[in-house]
C-alpha cells in the first residue's frame, strides 16, 4: 500500500525559511517523479515544483524561482523542499504527489506553512 507523508510545515515570519520534507513508501521501485503542491484558502492547488528520477530535472513556479529549492532525499522516494525569503502568500497547505510509471499519482495530507508576522 503506498502512502505519502509530507512534514515541516509551521508558522515563520516573512524572510524566515522552512524546509519541508516528503516520504512516499509502499513503491517497488523508484517514483517516476515527486512534486510539490500549494493550495490557498479560496484559491486552486497550483504547482510549486516538481523533479524527475530519471534525470533529476526541476522545475519550479515562477512565483518560487530563486527562492525554493526541491531535491532528493537521502532515502529512496523522499524528497526535500528548501524554502527561504518566505513571503505571506506563500501561505497555503503545501501537498507532496508521488507520480508510479507511467502517471498513477499518490497524494499526502498535506503540512500547512503558514506565513506571517
Known amino acids: 500500500q503506498v502512502q505519502v507523508v509530507e512534514s515541516g510545515g509551521g508558522l515563520v515570519q516573512p524572510g524566515g525559511s522552512l524546509r519541508l520534507s516528503c516520504a512516499a513508501s509502499?513503491?517497488?521501485?523508484?517514483?517516476?517523479?515527486m512534486s510539490w503542491f500549494r493550495q490557498a484558502p479560496g484559491k486552486e492547488r497550483e504547482l510549486v515544483a516538481a523533479?524527475?528520477?530519471?534525470?533529476?530535472?526541476?522545475i519550479y513556479a515562477d512565483s518560487v524561482k530563486g527562492r525554493f529549492t526541491i531535491s532528493r532525499g537521502n532515502g529512496m522516494n523522499t524528497v526535500v523542499l528548501q524554502m527561504i525569503s518566505l513571503k505571506p502568500e506563500d501561505t497555503g497547505m503545501y501537498y507532496c504527489?508521488?507520480?508510479?510509471?507511467?502517471?498513477?499519482?499518490?497524494w499526502g495530507q498535506g503540512t500547512q506553512v503558514t506565513v506571517s508576522s
Open positions: 504527489k508521488a507520480v508510479r510509471w507511467p502517471s498513477t499519482e499518490y
Open positions: 509502499g513503491f517497488t521501485r523508484t517514483a517516476y517523479t
Open positions: 523533479i524527475t528520477s530519471t534525470t533529476g530535472t526541476t
